[in-house]
């Protein structure tokens, strides 16, 4: 799978290489997003 979205860097099939990109970029923060949330939700 990720051969056919590297293939596709530009046109409508780019917008799912960029999110992927992204997506690796911002994880760590995303998951301590998550753990932060789920502090919160159970600290109540």
């Known amino acids: 799978m990720p051969r056919l979205i590297d293939r596709n860097k530009e046109g409508f099939l780019g917008l799912f290489w960029m999110s992927a990109r992204i997506g690796e970029r911002l994880s760590p923060y995303v998951a301590m997003a998550c753990v932060a949330m ?5 600290a109540q």
């Open 38 to 42: 789920a502090i919160t939700i159970l």
